[in-house]
């Protein structure tokens, strides 16, 4: 399995939840004509939330997986960071 492959898997796992959640944080909290800023918002700051609440508090032995593909625990929240902002300043310029 490639690292990009690996890095996926990973993702996969975070996205659904976090943008569900962003969608009603933003439903609730943001004006109509600011949804998918809002939306983008809530995206960068829950998905490093939920990957701490998903990975270290109900399954911190999934990261020795991780960890055999070549990828440390500082890497995979790196990742997370970055594709959670990538992700929010899209939905920011929309």
Do not use: C, Q
Request: glycine content about 4%; overall charge positive; charged content about 10%.
């Amino acid at each position: 399995m490639n690292i990009l492959a690996a890095l996926w898997v990973f993702y996969k796992k975070l996205i659904f939840p976090s943008f569900a959640i962003s969608v009603l944080l933003a439903l609730f909290f943001i004006d109509s004509s600011k949804f998918l800023s809002g939306v983008g918002i809530a995206y960068v700051f829950l998905t490093p939330s939920l990957h701490f609440l998903f990975y270290d508090l109900s399954r911190p032995k999934e990261y020795y997986f991780y960890h055999n593909l070549g990828l440390s625990k500082t890497t995979l929240y790196l990742n997370s960071i970055l594709i959670s902002l990538i992700i929010g300043i899209i939905l920011l310029l929309i």
